[in-house]
């Protein structure tokens, strides 16, 4: 009898806690991510092993994207690297980029401060890089309010029409099965010029100096990309004096503010002596009476935007931050959409088809046929995911944080790694294949809401440009897949063409695009 007595008690005190256990468990769960875990304790950020001095410099290699990304899947989703003397974390999933974009954007709106690009941006006045504070928003509300709103967008839109135009003729005239065409050179040239025409009403060849402006850009952003010791080892920063780096860099503002400077004092002084005469300004309107970004920003310092006001240093910078972030991006991204096309025959023979669908016999495509283009929309979104044209976005914290259980001390850089979460298989199905019906009947966009797919970044620093990219990638590249067939010379078959990248601002192609364009 006491043993059937004891029997129950232990069967009744097992189901007792079985119960509890699956009654508790989710409510301890709970507590635990909610308020434990955020309040928490410390805890160390996972970090690979690291050298003296160099830190985790060395992981970095050639295309650091695909190094991090390496790295992340043995140390995880937030890892802790020290570049040099910068601590930096690095994200790799889209919860982990929720809550650095969306749950902390405050606390991670700065920028990482790069003494290099500081002075070429006339820092603090510009947008790309200026910390987050009353200058900057200052600055972000002119670029979104007044440069890049919707209307001002769609006034370039015959500026985009024009070029495209004359890349479609050149194409047409230079393109043939016997002499193929450097396509990579030609969506670098319509980048600038669609660029230049907005921002100063001429194309860059036709403004004096403009060639030097492009060539000057080139040359900063290309020794920005390339290392600068002393960024990262400050007292190795001697290095920079024997290296060149600190000369070509003097070079490079030297000439920035000779021509740039020069440039818009020029117009400046041109506008003050053709005040009488209204507006006879330096770059003369034609009849349809465009304003252009050089108008709008010299206008708003002179003060005719009531309640907006800027300085002269800012208007430059501004300038400067259009014609640098606005011209590669578009073309880098124009080049990776134009590679998978021609890689997969199949999937341009669909877009063919839906174009000719949607035009119905019309050659010139418009803004409304666009609208009706979903595959087009389609495969532009696969070549922001596949080949998002700036693979890793930077910020930096700006207070002390607590992320996931993981304290975050001011100042520690972050780089969100946007190439590893767009090839991540936890949320994308085949994310090695380049595949644009993920994108049909789905309503992932673009626009910051969608963690996993954040090609224009997220947050409070959210590209204030992403309108203006569309209106050009989409036409171009609905031109010139409608406009012609496309192949490779020799006749190579579209699946040996090289997906091969370059390290910079930009991840473009290594190797330019040369391609057969034949009229269809
Ligand atoms: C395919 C084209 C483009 C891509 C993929 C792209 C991507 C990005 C990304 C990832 C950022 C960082 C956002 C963040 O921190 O969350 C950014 C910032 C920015 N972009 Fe773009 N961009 C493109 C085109 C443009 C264009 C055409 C312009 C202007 C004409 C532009 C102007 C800017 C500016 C001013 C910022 C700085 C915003 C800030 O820090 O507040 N971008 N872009």
Aim: proline residues 5%; aromatic residues 10%; contains cysteine.
């Amino acid at each position: 009898m006491d043993e059937y007595y004891q029997f129950f008690v232990a069967l009744f005190t097992l189901l007792v806690l079985l119960y509890l256990y699956y009654k508790l468990f989710p409510m301890i769960k709970w507590l635990y991510s909610n308020t434990i875990n955020k309040i928490n304790i410390n805890l160390p950020i996972p970090s690979p092993p690291k050298l003296p001095i160099l830190g985790h410099l060395h992981y970095l290699g050639y295309l650091p994207h695909r190094s991090l990304w390496d790295l992340s899947k043995k140390h995880g989703p937030l890892m802790l690297l020290q570049l040099g003397s910068r601590p930096m974390l690095v994200v790799s999933s889209a919860e982990v980029a929720k809550e650095v974009l969306k749950i902390h954007d405050v606390s991670f709106a700065d920028r990482p401060e790069l003494d290099t690009v500081k002075r070429a941006f006339y820092h603090p006045k510009d947008v790309i890089i200026s910390p987050y504070g009353e200058q900057w928003r200052k600055s972000r509300s002119i670029i979104v309010h007044q440069l890049l709103n919707t209307k001002k967008v769609k006034s370039f839109n015959s500026i985009i029409e024009e070029e495209t135009t004359l890349l479609v003729e050149k194409l047409i005239s230079c393109s043939s099965p016997s002499s193929p065409v450097n396509l990579t050179n030609m969506f670098e040239s319509l980048g600038i010029d669609i660029i230049y025409r907005s921002t100063f009403g001429k194309k860059m060849g036709e403004i004096e100096h403009g060639k030097k402006v492009a060539d000057m850009i080139n040359e900063g952003v290309g020794l920005i990309v390339n290392f600068s010791i002393g960024e990262f080892i400050p007292w190795l920063a001697w290095i920079n004096k024997l290296n060149g780096f600190g000369a070509a860099m003097e070079r490079v503002l030297k000439t920035r503010n000779e021509i740039l400077d020069t440039f818009i004092q020029e117009y400046l002084d041109d506008m003050e002596a053709a005040s009488n005469s209204s507006r006879e300004l330096l770059f003369a309107k034609d009849d349809k009476n465009e304003e252009f970004l050089i108008d709008t920003l010299v206008g708003i310092y002179r003060g005719g935007t009531p309640g907006v006001s800027i300085d002269l240093e800012s208007v430059k910078a501004l300038i400067l931050n259009v014609l640098v972030a606005g011209a590669e991006t578009a073309s880098t991204t124009l080049e990776w959409a134009m590679t998978e096309l021609i890689r997969y025959p199949t999937i341009l023979k669909k877009l063919q088809d839906e174009i000719k669908q949607v035009l119905k016999g019309k050659r010139d495509i418009n803004e409304n046929d666009l609208e009706k283009m979903h595959y087009l929309k389609a495969v532009i979104k696969e070549t922001l995911r596949y080949h998002p044209p700036i693979a890793m976005n930077l910020r930096e914290c700006r207070e002390d944080v607590n992320v996931m259980g993981y304290n975050i001390v001011k100042k520690t850089g972050v780089i969100i790694n946007m190439w590893a979460i767009g090839r991540d298989s936890a949320y994308w199905d085949e994310p090695e294949v380049f595949l644009p019906e993920r994108f049909l009947n789905s309503s992932i966009d673009f626009k910051g809401f969608d963690f996993h797919y954040i090609p224009f970044g997220a947050g409070r620093r959210i590209c204030p440009g992403i309108s203006f990219a569309n209106e050009v990638i989409e036409l171009v590249l609905a031109n010139l897949v409608h406009k012609f067939n496309w192949a490779l010379p020799d006749g190579a078959k579209g699946e040996s063409l090289d997906v091969i990248e370059q390290p910079g601002i930009t991840n473009g192609r290594k190797n330019p695009l040369i391609v057969i364009a034949t009229k269809s």
